[in-house]
């Protein structure tokens, strides 16, 4: 299995609070995304990064931001977390651009009460 | 309309049985296409990827129909532990389909 670790693996937090997600690789590929996933809507590509410092938003970017300070990291921050964001985000990883050949953490359970 | 769709399901097969999955795209410019399998809160893992010339690997076989813009995905001798949820890409867009659920009864 590629390695990509996701921290924390589960999370309760308040309506209005910052979060910020954590994910790690040790296979030193370029690519980076965050995705969540809801039932109904499947997985939805958030923010994504082509290198360190270089990321781009996806089709639901909106009330989230990331950071890639280092090529093995990569940070997803709520701003100020709303009940709309409780989901499954999942962090993948690429060797190659696009949406192709993407290995997946294992999950971050997010729920804003 | 969506840029990848595929049929919810559930589909619920016997064992040994043959299933197929089909997986519409809008964008005529893909250019890669993949099949995900993902477990019951687990995270999605890569099944196989479609080549235009199609590609089998073991019970599973993977086709591309670019004139009607979909790939489909044929599973046969179905086992149990083939139950889970089946995701299609459409490369280079990072637009996944919602999934198709399978489950393979005994």
């Known amino acids: 299995d590629a390695g990509i670790t996701q921290s924390p693996r589960h999370k309760v937090t308040e309506t209005g609070t910052p979060v910020t997600l954590r994910c790690h690789q040790t296979e030193n590929h370029r690519y980076m995304y965050w995705y969540r996933q809801d039932p109904g809507h499947g997985l939805r590509l958030i923010h994504y990064?082509?290198?360190?410092?270089?990321?781009d938003k996806g089709e639901v970017s909106d009330g989230y931001s990331v950071s890639r300070s280092k090529t093995e990291d990569f940070l997803l921050t709520l701003e100020s977390a709303t009940s709309s964001q409780t989901s499954v985000y999942f962090c993948a990883i690429s060797e190659l651009a696009g949406a192709g050949e993407q290995y997946f953490g294992p999950g971050t359970r997010l729920t804003v009460t | 309309r969506k840029e990848v769709e595929q049929d919810p399901g559930p589909f619920n097969v016997p064992e040994g049985a043959t299933v197929a999955f089909n997986c519409t795209y809008s964008?005529?410019?893909?250019?890669?296409f993949f099949w995900y399998r993902q477990d019951c809160r687990k995270e999605p893992k890569l099944l196989m990827s479609v080549y235009s010339s199609g590609n089998e690997d073991g019970r599973f076989t993977a086709q591309l129909n670019r004139a009607s813009q979909y790939i489909s995905l044929l599973i046969r001798d179905s086992k149990l532990s083939d139950s889970a949820t089946y995701l299609c890409?459409?490369?280079?867009?990072?637009?996944f389909g919602t999934g198709t659920s399978l489950t393979v009864i005994p």
């Open positions: 990064s082509y290198g360190v410092k270089d990321t």
């Open positions: 964008n005529s410019a893909s250019q890669s």
């Open positions: 890409v459409a490369g280079n867009q990072f637009y």
